[in-house]
C-alpha cells in the first residue's frame, strides 16, 4: 500500500504564474478530493471527483482555479495567475466508499508559496 | 451552511492526564462524523468515525460519542503519552445539494509532557 502521494511537496512561484500540482491516489480509490489548509485552520474542501467526473466544483475558490481526473486514476489542479493569497497548503484525499461515511486517506500535501 | 466549531489549543497536558477536546457542530441533515490527528510531519489520518446519533466511535483509547441532542462530538482518552502530540481535527459529512461535502474544523493542538 503506496498511501496517497502528491508532487511536488514545495512549489514556490512569482505572482501571476500559472501552477498545477499532482495527486496519485490508493489505486483502487474511485474518490478523490482537493483541499487547501491555510495555517492555523482546518482543511478547506475545494472539489471531488468520484472516478473521472467532477462531482462538486462550487467550492472552487475562483474560476483561476480547476481540476481535472481524466481517466479516473491521479489528478491535478492547476491555478492560474497566481496571487499572494494562494499561498498555502493543498491537500489531496481519496476514499473507497461513496457516501458520508468513507474514510479518507491524505497525502502529506503540496506547500504553495506565491512571492 | 454546515460548520463545525473546535476549542482553541494549544491543550497542554502532563502524560497519564484525562484528555477532552470539545467538538460542536452545525448541520442542515444528518452528518457523519469524524476525528482526524495529524502528527508533527505527517498527513492527517482518521483517528475515529461515528455514523448516527448515539453511536460511539473508538481507536487507540480515544473515544467519542455522537450526540445530536447537543451536536456534539467531544474527542476523550483516559490518559494520554507524550506520542498523543499532535493537532487533532473535528470533521463532518453531510449530503449537500446532492453531494457530500467534509467540513473540518480549524484543529486543536495537544502537547503532552512527560
Known amino acids: 500500500d503506496t498511501g496517497v502521494s502528491q508532487d511536488p511537496r514545495h512549489k514556490i512561484t512569482k505572482r501571476g504564474q500559472n501552477v498545477t500540482f499532482r495527486c496519485d491516489p490508493i489505486?483502487?480509490?474511485?474518490?478523490l478530493y482537493w483541499y487547501r489548509q491555510t495555517l492555523g485552520q482546518g482543511p478547506e474542501f475545494l472539489t471531488y471527483?468520484?472516478?473521472?467526473?467532477?462531482?462538486?466544483k462550487s467550492r472552487l475558490l475562483s474560476d483561476r482555479f480547476s481540476a481535472e481526473r481524466p481517466k479516473g486514476s491521479f489528478s491535478t489542479l492547476e491555478i492560474q495567475h497566481t496571487e499572494q493569497g494562494d499561498s498555502a497548503m493543498y491537500l489531496c484525499?481519496?476514499?473507497?466508499?461513496?457516501?458520508?461515511?468513507?474514510?479518507?486517506?491524505f497525502g502529506p500535501g503540496t506547500r504553495l508559496t506565491v512571492l | 451552511g454546515n460548520s463545525v466549531t473546535q476549542m482553541e489549543g494549544p491543550v497542554t497536558l502532563s502524560e497519564e492526564a484525562f484528555l477532552t477536546i470539545n467538538c460542536t457542530y452545525t448541520a442542515t441533515g444528518y452528518p457523519s462524523l469524524f476525528w482526524y490527528v495529524q502528527y508533527p510531519g505527517e498527513g492527517l489520518q482518521l483517528l475515529l468515525k461515528a455514523t448516527k446519533a448515539d453511536d460511539k466511535g473508538s481507536n487507540k483509547g480515544f473515544e467519542a460519542t455522537y450526540r445530536k441532542e447537543t451536536t456534539s462530538f467531544h474527542l476523550e482518552k483516559g490518559s494520554v503519552q507524550v506520542s498523543d502530540s499532535a493537532v487533532y481535527f473535528c470533521?463532518?459529512?453531510?449530503?449537500?445539494?446532492?453531494?457530500?461535502?467534509?467540513?473540518f474544523g480549524r484543529g486543536t493542538s495537544l502537547i503532552v509532557h512527560p
Open positions: 470533521a463532518l459529512s453531510d449530503l449537500t445539494g446532492g453531494s457530500y461535502i467534509p467540513t
Open positions: 489505486s483502487e480509490h474511485n474518490r
Open positions: 471527483f468520484q472516478n473521472e467526473a467532477q462531482l462538486e
Open positions: 484525499a481519496s476514499s473507497l466508499m461513496p457516501g458520508a461515511t468513507d474514510t479518507q486517506y
